[in-house]
C-alpha cells in the first residue's frame, strides 16, 4: 500500500481460500476488477478466526468489506457425502486442512462487526450464492434462513458478480450517491441485478412472493412450492424478483444479473493476474493451481439441466464466450510463464464444448422457460457446431512455445455425436468433430458424466438416456480404431441420488461389468461419488421433501449411511472389501434376488 501511495483500502476483501492471483480463484478476479473500475483494494486472506488481529491487518475500508468462503462452499470443502472429516483442502498452502472455519461466510462477517462495528458487509462466492434464499442444510438437516441474515450483512451479490460488485461500490462511494453527501447508505443499494437485501416494507411492484421462511421450514410442501417459484425465475435475465418474508423482514432477491458483453469478459480474464501464489507461501504451494495453472477458462454458463449441480443457480444457462483474440493472448501469456513446458493442459469451461453452443433464443439472451436444451433430448433449434471451438484450439496450438493443447474438463457427449439429433440443423462430419479432437486434443482420457444408466434416475437426474451413452462410446470407438490410438472415457457416475434404489446401482454395476474397453482401465474404480444434496439445486430439494418436483411422485431417499456405503459398493465390487460388504448387506435385507445378480457379476469381473 506504501509503494501505491494508498492511505486506506476503498474495499478489502476477505476469503477462506489461500490468494492465488489466477483467473481461476474468485477472490482474485473479484479483487483485479474492483482494482480495474478505480477502487483500492486488499485482500485479507485465510484469517485466522479466533481472534481479530488478522481482520484487521489493512484497516477499515472506506466502502465495504467483501466476505466469501472462497471457491468451495466451506462445508463441502470439510465434509465428505458421508459427512467424515476430509483430511486435505486443495485451496490451502501444501493442502492443509482446518485453516478456515464452518460457516465460514457467516464466521467472517460476525469478527468484522465485532473489528469494525456499522462496516458495510457485501457476501458474495459459491456458499453465500447458493445460500441467499431459505434452503436445506444438508449439514445441519433442517432449512435454514438467508445467509444474509445469519451473516448480520448488508447485501449478497450472487452469481459470478464482476460487474455488480463494481456497481455496489459505485452506489456506496459518497461521489456518486444520489445524495452527493455523508457515508453510504443501504437504500442506495435496491434494485441493482443481482443481489439479495433485506427490507422492512416490501419488495418489487412486480415482485413474485414466494411461502414465507416460516412456512417452509415446517411445511415440506411450502418448502418445494418456494424452491420451484425460484427456480422458475432464476434464467438470466428473465426472471422476476423474488421476496419472501423471514419474521419481521422482507428478504428480496432482485432478478438475476445481466449478461456480460464478449468485450466485457475478454477485459476480465485480460486483467495482470500475476497467475501464482502470494509470495508469502513459500515452497508450500496451493494444490487446485496445480489443476488449472496453464489452463484457460474459455466460456461460462451451462445449458445442461442437471438437477444435481449448482451451475444454473451460479452461471446460469446462456453461454458467455470469450474472443479467439483474447484467448490466444493468455495462451501467450503462459508461453512466458516459469516452468511451462508447451502442454496447455485445459481451454474449456463448466463444459468444455458448449463454447458455440447457441440458438436464436440464447443469442437473444432469452432461454426458453418451458423447454430446456439437452433434456430429455437436445433441442432441435440448439446448434453446437465445434468447427469455432475447434478452430481456436487449433490457433493455440500453433503458437510459439505451445507444443500441446487439451481438453481437460467434462464433454457433453451428448452434444458430440453427430447422430444425436436427427432433427437437428446442424450436420456435424465425422460425430460433430469427435475425431478432431481425439486427433489432436484429448491426452489418452477423456472425461465424460453419464452418471447412471437407469432410465429411472436418468429422468430424475435430467440427463441423456443411455441409448446416447452407449452410442457415443461406439462412436468414440470407432474413431480410435481408425486413427490407430488406444484412448479411454473415464465415466463419473453418482450413488444414492434421490429416487435410486439398490435395484437401479446393480443395473449400473452390471453395465459396467460389461462394457467395451473403453472403459478397462484402473482409475474407473475412483470415478464414483456419493450424492450430496447441494443448497438451492433441485437434487437437494428432492432429497429433502423426498418429492419429484415436477411430478409430484414419492421418491425413496437413500438417507442410511448402510445403504450409501451399500449404493457405492455395488459399484465398486473389484474390492474385496465392496464385495464383501455388499453380499453381507444383502443377505441381512433378505433381496435374494439381488444377491444373486451380485454373486453373478462377481463372477463376471473376475
Known amino acids: 500500500m506504501a509503494r501505491l501511495g494508498w492511505d486506506e483500502c476503498d474495499v478489502i476483501v476477505v476469503t477462506g481460500d489461500a490468494y492465488v492471483d489466477h483467473p481461476a480463484f474468485g477472490s482474485a478476479v473479484i479483487a483485479r476488477v474492483l482494482i480495474d473500475a478505480g477502487f483500492r483494494t486488499g485482500v485479507i486472506a485465510q484469517p485466522r478466526w479466533d481472534r481479530p488481529d488478522d481482520f484487521r491487518q489493512l484497516g477499515r475500508p472506506r466502502l465495504f468489506f467483501g466476505v466469501t468462503a472462497g471457491n468451495v462452499d466451506s462445508l463441502v470443502n470439510h465434509y465428505s457425502p458421508l459427512l467424515q472429516k476430509r483430511r486435505t483442502d486443495a485451496y490451502s498452502p501444501a493442502g492443509t486442512p482446518g485453516l478456515r472455519p464452518n460457516r465460514a461466510t457467516i464466521v467472517y462477517c460476525g469478527r468484522l462487526r465485532e473489528s469494525y462495528p456499522g462496516v458495510k458487509l457485501v457476501l458474495g462466492g459459491i456458499e453465500a450464492s447458493l445460500r441467499r434464499l431459505p434452503h436445506y442444510d444438508f449439514w445441519d438437516d433442517t432449512v435454514r434462513r438467508s445467509i444474509l441474515l445469519d451473516a448480520k450483512a448488508d447485501i449478497i451479490a450472487y452469481g459470478m458478480a ?37 427490507s422492512p416494507a416490501s419488495g418489487p411492484e412486480d415482485a413474485l412472493e414466494i411461502p414465507s421462511y416460516e412456512e417452509v421450514k415446517t411445511d415440506k410442501a411450502k418448502f418445494l412450492e418456494a424452491f420451484m417459484a425460484w427456480y422458475r425465475e432464476s434464467d438470466q435475465p428473465l426472471g422476476k424478483a423474488i421476496v419472501q418474508r423471514s419474521g419481521e423482514r422482507l428478504v428480496v432477491q432482485y432478478p438475476p444479473p445481466l449478461l456480460l458483453s464478449q468485450e466485457e ?33 474459455s466460456h461460462r454458463g451451462c445449458l445442461g439441466s442437471c438437477t444435481f449441480c449448482s451451475l444454473r443457480a451460479h452461471q446460469g444457462r446462456v453461454i458467455q464466450r470469450r474472443s479467439e483474440r ?39 439472451a432469452k432461454p426458453c422457460r418451458k423447454r430446456e436444451c439437452l433434456f430429455p433430448e437436445r433441442c432441435p433449434t440448439l446448434e453446437n457446431d465445434l468447427r469455432e471451438q475447434l478452430k481456436v484450439l487449433d490457433a493455440v496450438r500453433r503458437l510459439p512455445g505451445v507444443k500441446k493443447v487439451s481438453i481437460g474438463t467434462g464433454l457433453r457427449y451428448d452434444l458430440l455425436g453427430g ?28 472425461r ?23 452410442r457415443f462410446m461406439a462412436q468414440f470407438e470407432a474413431v480410435n480404431r481408425r486413427l490407430g490410438r488406444k484412448q479411454y472415457l473415464i465415466p463419473y457416475f453418482i450413488s444414492s441420488f434421490p429416487g435410486c434404489t439398490a435395484k437401479d446401482m446393480v443395473e449400473l454395476a452390471e453395465f459396467l ?15 464414483v461419488q456419493d450424492f450430496t444434496p447441494l443448497p438451492m439445486t433441485l437434487a437437494g430439494a428432492m432429497y429433502y421433501t423426498e418429492t419429484d418436483p415436477f411430478s409430484g411422485r414419492k421418491l425413496h431417499v437413500a438417507r442410511d449411511v448402510r445403504e450409501k456405503k451399500l449404493q457405492r459398493a455395488l459399484l465398486q465390487l473389484a474390492e474385496p472389501a465392496n464385495y464383501t460388504y455388499a453380499l453381507r448387506v444383502l443377505k441381512e435385507t433378505g433381496q435374494t434376488k439381488l444377491l444373486g445378480r451380485v454373486e453373478k457379476l462377481k463372477g463376471r469381473r473376475a
Do not use: W
Not at 277 to 297: D, E, Q, R
Not at 348 to 358: E, R, S, V
Open 162 to 198: 464482476e460487474r455488480t460488485v463494481v456497481e455496489i461500490a459505485r452506489r456506496l462511494d459518497p461521489p456518486n450517491r444520489p445524495d452527493s453527501g455523508g457515508a453510504g447508505c443501504l437504500d442506495t443499494l435496491a434494485d441493482i441485478p443481482g443481489t439479495v437485501i433485506t
Open 326 to 364: 483474447s484467448i490466444l493472448a493468455e495462451a501467450g501469456q503462459i508461453t512466458r510463464m516459469p516452468g511451462f513446458k508447451g502442454h496447455i493442459t485445459d481451454i474449456g469451461g463448466p463444459t468444455a464444448n458448449m463454447y458455440a453452443a447457441t440458438c436464436p433464443q440464447l443469442q437473444a
Open 265 to 297: 469478459l475478454d477485459r476480465v480474464y485480460g486483467l495482470p493476474y500475476q497467475r501464482k501464489p502470494h509470495p508469502k507461501y513459500g515452497a508450500a504451494g496451493i494444490p487446485a493451481l496445480a489443476t488449472v495453472k496453464f489452463s484457460i477458462t
Open 513 to 527: 461389468a460389461s462394457a467395451r474397453r473403453v472403459h478397462d482401465v484402473p482409475e474407473l474404480i475412483r470415478q
Open 419 to 446: 447422430d444425436a439429433n436427427p432433427k437437428s440443423k446442424i450436420r456435424n462430419p465425422k460425430q460433430g468433430g469427435l475425431e478432431e479432437l481425439a486427433r489432436n486434443y484429448i491426452s489418452g482420457q477423456l
Open 448 to 470: 465424460i458424466a453419464p452418471e447412471h444408466v437407469s432410465s429411472l434416475v436418468l429422468g430424475l437426474m435430467r440427463k441423456s438416456n443411455r441409448e446416447q451413452y452407449e
